[in-house]
């Protein structure tokens, strides 16, 4: 049984520009969530997706947007890049309200 | 709003040493209490738990009570070994479920053999 994957492992990108990161949720699982780590600290909620729609959003400004998928896939956008987005960004899913499970994060490096 | 507070580290044990971390919490309602672990290059693994007051959660030799009165959820361990050293955040959802996790800073523990 897979469990949470999360696609491209590690990115480099350039102030300005726009990121696209996946999230593919453990079998049976039906909500997605997204998270922010910075170095050095502990993992920020960014937003949680159920039935394909954003339930719950962190304090994290309109740069950064995301979608579900009707096969309970997800993915994060942020668009307008700043150094200081640089971070290891983690999905978790779950069934519904239940414990979450995380995925190995996307390393996002903004130069 | 909701936060965790944890105790700084990075804390440095020997093997079979007493472990304790402290965490204490403000939160709204009735929050579900967790402690998560890093291990180096990986993601975040669910350690244990606890939805209530007077819970004790549990795995792995790992224990921590849900204690209401002084809004904590210490994490202790009788006896660390060298595969123990890792990155140990606590974490509260609030009651209802729907929100996210909101983490501590976390700990950086280290086991010498």
């Known amino acids: 049984d897979a469990g949470v994957t999360q696609s491209p492992t590690h990115l480099i990108k350039t102030r300005g520009q726009q990121v696209t990161l996946r999230c593919s949720p453990k079998?049976?699982?039906?909500?997605v969530s997204w998270y922010q780590q910075a170095l050095g600290q502990g993992p920020q909620f960014i937003f949680q997706?159920?039935?394909?729609?954003?339930?719950q959003r962190g304090n994290f400004p309109d740069r950064f947007s995301g979608h579900q998928f009707p096969n309970y896939s997800s993915e994060l956008n942020v668009n307008a890049l700043l150094l200081g987005d640089s971070a290891l960004y983690l999905c978790?899913?779950?069934?519904?309200?239940?414990?979450?499970?995380f995925g190995p994060g996307t390393r996002l490096t903004v130069t | 709003g909701n936060s965790v507070t944890q105790m700084e580290g990075p804390v440095t044990l020997s093997e079979e040493a007493f472990l304790t971390i402290n965490c204490t919490y403000t939160?709204?309602?009735?929050?579900?209490l967790f402690w998560y672990v890093q291990y180096p290059g990986e993601g975040l693994q669910l350690l244990l738990k606890?939805?209530?007051?007077?819970d004790k959660g549990s795995n792995k030799g790992f224990e921590a009570t849900y204690r209401k009165e002084t809004t904590s959820f210490h994490l202790e361990k009788g006896s660390v070994q060298v595969s123990d050293s890792a990155v140990y955040f606590c974490?509260?959802?609030?009651?209802?479920?729907?929100?996210?996790?909101?983490f501590g800073k976390g700990t950086h523990l280290i086991i010498q053999p």
């Open positions: 079998s049976g699982h039906d909500t």
């Open positions: 997706y159920y039935e394909e729609e954003e339930r």
């Open positions: 978790a899913s779950s069934l519904g309200w239940e414990e979450q499970y």
């Open positions: 974490a509260l959802r609030s009651g209802g479920g729907a929100d996210g996790l909101t």
């Open positions: 606890a939805t209530k007051a007077d």
């Open positions: 939160a709204t309602g009735y929050p579900s």
